[in-house]
């Protein structure tokens, strides 16, 4: 039977007590001597039982509990705050972020060289930026992607 308390413990039974007693303990439910007391017994309790009892004289609280109502994603197209650290790590900018500028910088400055070197060759007869019309829609197709775009 399941509700027997002389059934053995299992290891997740002994990490949900743990669990319950940190938050009763932060709660203030709890003194320091008393949490450190209980957690000991936690950890060498043997049966259901021994669990149970100390969680008795506590108010049973849920341990996964839905996020306060005052909390609402934000609507489509809002912006949303950036944090510097985040799953890309402490500079907040991927890596192939920083490969797909550096190919944007290394074909414009081709580019440049390409542009100059005609000019120079004709003359002058080809002064006409052209080189612009790749480079600088490319860098906004870049600029405008979404950071965790691959």
Known sequence: M???PRIRASD???ERAVSLLREHHADGRLTPEEFNDRLDRAFTAKTIGEL???L???PGIDLY???AAGIRPAPPGALRRRTAVDRRGESG??????VTWAAWSAISSLLFVAWLGLGL???GAAWIPWFLLVVVPWGLVIARRPPDHP
């Open 12 to 14: 997740a039974d002994r």
């Open 65 to 67: 509990r839905l996020p």
């Open 93 to 98: 900018v991927s890596r192939q972020r920083v």
């Open 2 to 4: 399941p509700g027997d």
């Open 52 to 54: 149970d009892a100390l």
């Open 56 to 58: 008795a004289d506590l």
């Open 121 to 123: 060759i004709s003359g």
